[in-house]
């Protein structure tokens, strides 16, 4: 949803699932019609190799919140252009496009830091450069994905589908990094762990249980800030 709203002023295609993926790959009279492929690292049902091998040659860039190169290096197993971390922002892609950048409405009411702690407004400003509008969908995203995110980890556990806890947590990191709530290490220790061969249900639920109480403040906050924001 993230990259869709950077993507509003192109003509792109957008798929969530590498299984919708190759339905429109397969749609498209070719690949060579695309100027720019982006992938990200982890997806529902596959990850970039096997996006890799989906796009027969082609080298699209990566999309990743990991932070360690070496396992970007050791993990992907064909060429790839170059490697974005998430949230991929906006002057990056509008530099890889030559797009010219919007003019800007700014924000003139004075938001404090120390207001919110569950949120980190330089997120904010640095991913919106100080739009009102840009701002407000940025929280939005995060008001919309953050509930869904923390339902789909609660029914893993219900379920004891540690895939699905694996998925929801990778998927909420990007969630948590898109407006900084401090949570993105106790997310990546959460679907790192799910993924161990035989994970440990009562370490995994100790993480998970330690998330709740910042992630309902961060949608407390995030709403209060929408409200004032959009006030301005």
């Known amino acids: 949803m993230s990259f869709r709203r950077l993507c509003k ?12 993926s190759l339905e429109k790959l397969r749609a498209l009279e070719g690949l060579d019609s695309f100027d720019l492929i982006f992938s990200d690292m982890f997806l529902g ?6 996006v890799l091998e989906l796009l027969g040659g082609m080298q699209p860039f990566i999309l990743s919140g990991e932070a360690n190169p070496a396992f970007i290096k050791d993990f992907v197993k064909a060429p790839y252009r170059e490697v974005f971390e998430k949230p991929l922002r906006k002057e990056v892609l509008e530099g890889l496009i030559g797009l010219k950048s919007m003019e800007e409405e700014i924000v003139e009411e004075e938001i404090r830091e120390e207001d919110y702690t569950a949120i980190k407004l330089a997120n904010l400003h640095r991913l919106s450069k100080g739009s009102n509008k840009e701002m407000i969908e940025l929280m939005d995203i995060a008001l919309d994905l953050l509930p869904q995110r923390m339902e789909e980890l609660e029914e893993g556990f219900e379920e004891g589908n540690w ?3 694996h998925f929801s947590a990778h998927a909420a990191k ?3 990094r898109l407006v900084g709530i401090p949570v ?3 997310l990546a220790e959460l679907d790192r762990k799910a993924r161990e061969e035989a994970p440990d249900p009562a370490e995994l639920f100790n993480i998970y249980q ?6 309902k403040q961060a949608f407390d906050e995030l709403t209060q800030l929408k409200k004032k924001v959009s006030l301005v």
């Open 9 to 20: 002023q192109l003509d792109a295609e957008i798929s969530f699932v590498m299984l919708d």
């Open 45 to 50: 049902d596959g990850d970039i190799n096997d």
């Open 163 to 165: 895939g699905k806890v």
């Open 174 to 176: 990007g969630v948590s």
């Open 184 to 186: 993105y290490q106790e």
């Open 210 to 215: 330690g998330l709740l109480p910042i992630m």
